[in-house]
Structure formats: C-alpha cells, structure tokens
C-alpha cells in the first residue's frame, strides 16, 4: 500500500537521488568523456607548440580543473537535478506512479534543459580550452537553457488547471513556438579555432558528452523513481 509522501522526504530522497546520480555521471565522464577531452588536449598541445604560445605550468593547470570539473562538477549538477526534479514533484502533484512521474520529469527536464539548448550551442572544444572564449559561450548557452526552462516552466503552470486530454499537445506546441522564437532571436556561435580541429575527434567528444548527460538525466529519474516509490510504501505502512 502506497501512502501520500511527504514534502520535506520527497524533497531530500530527490536530493540523494542527484547525488547518486551525480556520481554515476563523474564516473562515465571519466570512463568516456575524459579520454577524448585529452585528445582534443594533445591537439591543442601541438597548436600552442607551433605558435610558441606553450606555457607548461598553465596549460597543466587548466587541464586539471577541466578534469576537476568533469568529476566534482558532476555531483554539484546531480545536486541541482535532483533538487529540481523533487522541486517538480511535490509542487506539480502529478498523479501516477512515482517511477513513471520520476522519468517524466527527468525526461522533460533533459530534453528542456540539455537537448533543446545543446541543439543550439553544441559543445566548443574551443571555450573549454580558452577560458577568453568560453564566457561568450557559456553566457549563450546559459541564457538559452534559461529561456528555455522559464518557458516550459510557465506553460507547464498555465495549462495545469486545464483537464483536456489535449493540453499536453497545446502545451508542447507553445513551447515550441516559443523556443523556436528564441532560437533565431539569439545570436549564433561560431568558433573559427574549431573548425581547425579534426571532425572525428569533435564529433566522438560531442558524442561522449550527449550520452553522458542522456545516461545522467535518465538514472536520476530512475532512481528518484526508485527512491520515491519506497518513500510512498514506507508512508503507506503508517497509515
């Protein structure tokens, strides 16, 4: 028997779901994503070479908290989601199973907050070797991801009082009228400096990357799913 889970529980077992959650993306990015960051590395070792703009010590540096922030930034980024995707169900009261409202948000969220904003600024090995280059990037990008949680979040609210089977559609076709609007409204990003780096190798680091956060996204709501479901048993018994 399931009973009705508290919002203060709901929260902190979300919580603990970003943190597993988190761990589970530093350790792919390591296994993954690090292996092509230090290609496009060795890459960017040469190019400083040839120009004799090396410097030893801040390139090693650099280096490091990009792969600092591969692994602990990936639990910082599993705290937020789980925050938001508790956030989310406790404040939409969603009614159907916690697994199957865990995988909604998760894949509502990723597809909102990763695949909508990378479709438009995709990863630039440039800004994350430059850090000259990467405040434009990470300001558009950033901007983008904002425009586009602010509007599914407002519709989301908007639609919530409507109880037609087709507000899902209505919804999701404003929301893609709105991004869609925004997606030519915001300036371009092009990195001459990328498109001096061999296709393959940008393209396999991209690649890393979007299976990293898709395997992210979706064991949070995995386990947020698990985590709630216990959650709601555990309620159930003390009814």
């Given amino acids: 028997m399931m009973g009705p889970l508290q919002t203060g529980k709901a929260f ?35 190019n400083l070479l040839a120009e004799g703009k090396f410097d030893e010590e801040e390139f090693d540096v650099q280096l490091q908290a990009i792969y600092f922030s591969q692994v602990y930034g990936s639990i910082i980024i599993g705290l937020a989601a789980g925050a938001l995707a508790g956030g989310a169900f406790v404040v939409g009261k ?10 909604m948000i998760a894949g509502i ?34 901007g983008y991801a904002a425009v586009s949680g602010l509007a599914a979040l407002a519709i989301a609210f908007g639609f919530r009082k409507i109880k037609r089977k087709e507000k899902a559609f209505g919804a999701a076709a404003i929301y893609l009228a709105v991004i869609a609007g925004a997606f030519f409204a915001f300036p371009d990003y092009q990195s001459e400096d990328d498109s ?9 680091w991209r690649s890393a990357i979007s299976l990293s956060m898709t395997a992210f996204w979706f064991a949070l709501g995995i386990i947020c799913g698990l985590l709630w479901t216990y959650g709601s048993k555990r309620a159930g018994r003390g009814i």
């Fill in 12 to 46: 902190w077992l979300s919580i603990l779901a970003g943190l597993v959650a988190g761990g589970v993306l530093a350790g792919i990015n390591v296994a993954i994503v690090q292996p092509y960051t230090a290609a496009l590395a060795d890459i960017q070792l040469e």
């Fill in 109 to 142: 969220t990723w597809f909102v907050l990763y695949v909508i904003p990378t479709v438009k600024y995709p990863p630039s090995p440039t800004a994350t070797f430059d850090p000259g280059v990467a405040s434009a990037y990470q300001t558009l990008l950033a």
């Fill in 196 to 204: 001096l780096l061999p296709p393959p190798v940008v393209s396999a």
């Fill in 94 to 103: 969603i009614r159907t199973s916690p697994l199957k409202a865990a995988l």
